[in-house]
C-alpha cells in the first residue's frame, strides 16, 4: 500500500450520475473524493447517448417509468437550462404493424400523465409514410448538450471544493475496522466512511474483484450514428413507436442528429458479470441496415448523411428487459456496511436517487439548487 488518505465519502465513477451525487452529498459532507479512470468526466455512457430528456412518451408499456419521467422532466430542464435544446420539432409516430402499442394506448397514457399531445400540420404529417404509420403527434421532449452539462459540473464540483481524480481507475474496495478502503491500480489506496459506486456498466467489475455479490445486469454493445439531416429536417426530431422501429433527435454537443434504432443499434448482448470492453475501430458499422429501415417510414430521410458512430456499453437491469421499465437501482450496505451502489437508467432517474438517499442520510432535496 503505497499512501492513504481519509475520506467522508468516495464516488467511483464520475460520470452524471458520480458528479451530480457529489454535489448532492456536499450538502451534508464535507471531504469528498470522485476516482475517474478517464481523462475527463462524463465521456462514457453520460455522453454516448441520445440525450432524450425523457417527458414519459417513450415508455407507454410501463406506466411508473413514464410517470416519473414526466414528474422529472421540468426539474432537469430546471437544473440545467443552459444545457437545454428545445428549437426542434419533437414528433412520436406510431407504427401500424407489429406495434406494441395503439395510438389510443398512447394518448390513453398521456392523458394519465398528464404529457400533451398536439396535432401536427399536413405538412409534417404528408413527410410519414401512411401505409406504415398509424398516427402522429407533436410532444414536449427536448434533447440535453453533454459537453455542457459536463462543463456546469465540473465548475459546481470546483466551487465546493470536491477532489477529482482523474485517470485513476479503482481495482477493488475492502473494509478496514470501521472505514471502507478503496484500492487503485496505481497502487495507491484511499480510505472513506462511505463509498458510492457509480460505474455503470462496470459496477459488477468491481464488485467481482472485491469479492462482493455481483447484481443481475443485461449490457448491450450500442451503436447510435450521428448524421445530418435532409435541408429542411434540421429542426425535426421523430420517435417510431412501440417495437423494432427507429429515432432521430438532435444530439447538440456536435450538431449533428443521432440514430437509435431498436433492432440495430445493439450489436451484442449478454447477461453477465461483467462488461466487456470493445475496440470501436474493429466494429462494422450497421448504418445502412437502419439507413434503409428509417426511409421506408419517412422517405425524405434517404437524404441524411452519415458522419460517425457513438458506441458504448448500455446496461440495463435483467429485471426490465421485457417491460422496457427504467427505474433506478439502489443498493445500501451492499456486502460491506456503508457501501452503496447507485445505477441510474436514464439521467432523470438522477432525482428518485436523490429521494431514497435524501431519506437514508436526512437530506432534503429542498436544500439542493445549483447555484450558478
Ligand atoms: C445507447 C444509449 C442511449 C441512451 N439514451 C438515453 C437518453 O436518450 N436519455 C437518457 O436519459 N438516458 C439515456 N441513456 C442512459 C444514460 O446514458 C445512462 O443512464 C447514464 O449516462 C448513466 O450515467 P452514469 O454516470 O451511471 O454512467 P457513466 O457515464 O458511464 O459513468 C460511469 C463512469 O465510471 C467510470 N468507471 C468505470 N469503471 C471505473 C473504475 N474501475 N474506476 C474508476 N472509474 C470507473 C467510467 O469511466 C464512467 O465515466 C442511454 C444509454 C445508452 C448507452
Not at 358 to 368: A, F, H, Q, R, T
Request: charged letters at 25%; a positive charge.
Amino acid at each position: 500500500m503505497k499512501s492513504s488518505k481519509e475520506y467522508d465519502i468516495i464516488i467511483i465513477g464520475g460520470g452524471f450520475y458520480g458528479s451530480m451525487l457529489a454535489l448532492f452529498l456536499s450538502l451534508t459532507f464535507k471531504k469528498i473524493a470522485i476516482f475517474e479512470q478517464e481523462s475527463q468526466l462524463m465521456t462514457r455512457a453520460s455522453y454516448h447517448n441520445q440525450a432524450r430528456v425523457h417527458n414519459g412518451y417513450h415508455y407507454p408499456r410501463n406506466f411508473i417509468t413514464a410517470l416519473r419521467s414526466h414528474a422529472n422532466y421540468e426539474k432537469f430542464i430546471a437544473t440545467f437550462p443552459e444545457a437545454i435544446d428545445d428549437t426542434f420539432l419533437m414528433t412520436y409516430a406510431i407504427a401500424k404493424n407489429t406495434s406494441k402499442v395503439t395510438s389510443a394506448q398512447f394518448i390513453k397514457l398521456c392523458k394519465q400523465i398528464g404529457a400533451p399531445l398536439r396535432p401536427l400540420s399536413k405538412k409534417v404529417k404528408d413527410l410519414f409514410n401512411t401505409r406504415l404509420i398509424e398516427e402522429i403527434f407533436a410532444v414536449d421532449e427536448i434533447v440535453f448538450n453533454a459537453a455542457k452539462i459536463r462543463k456546469k459540473l465540473e465548475k459546481e464540483l470546483k466551487q465546493r471544493k470536491i477532489n477529482i481524480y482523474l485517470n485513476r481507475e479503482v481495482t477493488s474496495i475492502g473494509a478496514v475496522n470501521e472505514l471502507l478502503c478503496v484500492k487503485l491500480k496505481d497502487g495507491k489506496s484511499y480510505t472513506a466512511k462511505k463509498v458510492f459506486l457509480c460505474t455503470y456498466s462496470h459496477i459488477n467489475s468491481v464488485l467481482k474483484s472485491s469479492q462482493l455479490p455481483l447484481l443481475s445486469f443485461k449490457h448491450e454493445l450500442t451503436e447510435m450514428p450521428l448524421i445530418t439531416m435532409p435541408k429542411g429536417l434540421e429542426k425535426f426530431g421523430v420517435t417510431i413507436m412501440d417495437g423494432p422501429f427507429f429515432s432521430i433527435m438532435p444530439f447538440p454537443d456536435r450538431k449533428m442528429h443521432s440514430l437509435h434504432h431498436v433492432r440495430y443499434t445493439p450489436h451484442a448482448s449478454w447477461i453477465d458479470e461483467r462488461a466487456q470492453t470493445f475496440d470501436k475501430s474493429k466494429i462494422n458499422s450497421k448504418f445502412l441496415y437502419m439507413y434503409k429501415d428509417a426511409q421506408r417510414y419517412i422517405p425524405r430521410l434517404s437524404g441524411i448523411s452519415y458522419k460517425d458512430s457513438l458506441f458504448e456499453i448500455k446496461t440495463v437491469l435483467t429485471q426490465n428487459e421485457g417491460n422496457d421499465g427504467r427505474p433506478i437501482l439502489f443498493r445500501k450496505d451492499h456486502g460491506l456496511k456503508n457501501l452503496y451502489i447507485v445505477l441510474g437508467g436514464k439521467i432523470d432517474n438522477i432525482y428518485d436517487i436523490y429521494n431514497e438517499l435524501g431519506k437514508d442520510l436526512g437530506i432534503s432535496l429542498k436544500d439542493y439548487i445549483f447555484l450558478s
